[in-house]
């Protein structure tokens, strides 16, 4: 067993685990409530969904807890009640991704259920068509909700027919296609150790915790079969779509091409969006809702994945105020982009990010999750106590030059309403181009 700790005060309780077996974890050993809650994930998510059957991943993770071994899924599910055991999956563009937490004392039997589900799910007909249908379901709800309609539009826009422009979910027509070898399928190519990752945090010793990964997670395949994904930069700005429909709030999503996580510009775009669009205190709420009322919430965000990165933000209107949204929103993104923040602007982000990373981490599950992230963003396992003195090494200028390489070019823009704006619909020229 080697436990290879951080030597550092802030994070000495973080721990670089490697088991007998040699799977890897980061581990927080905490006996401050006797739970233990893991997040793990394997690389490859939707974007491993076969041209023409998005969804797969989606189904997989939908399906892979409804039986396994010798029990059915409703035998499953009555073991998970019973001892008040959390087990979900959840797929990304990039990631199969699970997540297991339990009182200590059920430890054995939680990671014995995850792991009979890892490597002998059922995929039995009836729950395979329960789960279809219930999906099924959500994706002709999506047709009329305006926020998944232009979340969708914006991606199809920003990557076309790359892998990151399909819904991971699916759609109406794919999900019917989808079978039970696909899946099978799915899990054979990427269910395996090859690029697992995994954080544990909670009341268990380092010498238990490495024999159960090795249980849990040793009669993985070694190796991953996946099908490469190209590097794609979203498409450029400025473009504009509108999608009519009948509903009483206009919703704007906005964004462009993002700032990559390995990117040295990355911590300043991190800090100038915070200036933009990262809360109540950002220049588009007060622009857009505290100085003219036109939305009730406005908000930006970066999104990094392994092959591209978008920043990506959004708002609700009325449809007579859609105009001006936009407008407002525009405005203050080129602002932005021409002048980068205030020092005064930037000392208050600095302060706030610094003080809130902490204060988020505040169950087991949570810092479970912030591990993981860490580890898959290709961080240090001493991130955590560097992350603040990374934060306060952010300049003016470089603020100032992540700014512009966001936002000069503009915004591309779904707008999904009542009634279309003035020149709003403009054909999407700009196709995506793979590098």
């Known amino acids: 067993m080697a436990v290879l700790p951080v030597p550092s005060q802030a994070a000495a309780r973080i721990q670089h685990l490697i088991s007998p077996g040699g799977i890897e974890a980061w581990f927080v050993q905490d006996a401050t409530v006797p739970l233990v809650a893991m997040e793990f994930a394997m690389y490859g998510g939707a974007a491993q969904d076969p041209d023409g059957k998005a969804g797969v991943g989606n189904m997989v993770a939908d399906l892979i807890d409804e039986g396994s071994a010798d029990l059915d899924s409703r035998a499953f599910h009555e073991h998970l009640d ?81 892998p990151y422009g399909r819904p991971a979910g699916g759609t109406l027509e794919s999900v019917p296609t989808i079978t039970i070898a696909d899946m099978k399928d799915y899990v054979a190519r990427v269910l395996t150790r090859e690029h697992l990752k995994i954080a544990v945090v909670g009341d268990i010793d380092a010498a238990s915790l490495g024999a159960l990964l090795d249980r849990t997670f040793g009669g993985l395949p070694a190796k991953s079969r996946l099908t490469p994904v190209s590097e794609i930069e979203a498409s450029k700005p400025p473009q504009r779509e509108f999608i009519t429909l009948d509903v009483p709030q206009t919703v704007v999503t906005f964004g462009g091409p993002g700032i990559k996580r390995d990117d040295p510009d990355f911590m300043a775009a991190y800090v100038v969006n915070h200036i933009l669009g990262g809360g109540s205190g950002s220049r588009l709420y007060r622009e857009v809702r505290e100085k003219r009322g036109l939305a009730y919430s406005v908000s930006g965000s970066l999104t990094w994945m392994e092959h591209s990165a978008l920043f990506v933000g959004s708002t609700g209107t009325r449809a007579d105020r859609a105009a001006e949204t936009v407008e407002a929103i525009t405005n203050e993104v080129h602002r932005m982009a021409e002048n980068g923040p205030t020092a005064q602007e930037l000392d208050e982000a600095k302060s706030y990010l610094k003080g809130s990373r902490l204060l988020s981490l505040d169950t087991s599950s949570k810092l479970a999750g912030a591990l993981l992230q860490y580890q898959l963003d290709g961080l240090p396992v001493d991130y955590l106590e560097r992350r603040n ?20 070019s503009g915004l591309l823009t779904v707008i999904v309403g009542r009634a279309p704006l003035t020149a709003a619909a403009q054909p999407a020229s700009t196709e995506p181009k793979a590098n």
Do not use: C
């Not at 249908?133 to 991606?155: D, H, I, N, V, Y």
């Not at 003195?389 to 000069?408: F, N, P």
């Open 82 to 162: 019973r001892r008040a055991i959390e087990l979900g999956f959840s797929v990304t563009r990039d990631y199969f991704r699970g997540s297991l937490r339990m009182l200590k004392d059920n430890k054995d039997e939680a990671f014995e259920l995850l792991r009979t589900s890892l490597t002998s799910p059922h995929f039995d007909s009836t729950d395979v068509e329960r789960i279809r249908t219930q999906l099924m379901s959500g994706l002709r709800r999506e047709t009329t909700s305006p926020g998944s309609l232009a979340s969708r539009k914006f991606l199809q826009i920003a990557y076309g027919d790359h």
């Open 389 to 408: 003195a990374l934060v306060d090494a952010v300049t003016i200028d470089q603020t100032k030059r992540a700014a512009h390489r966001l936002w000069d």
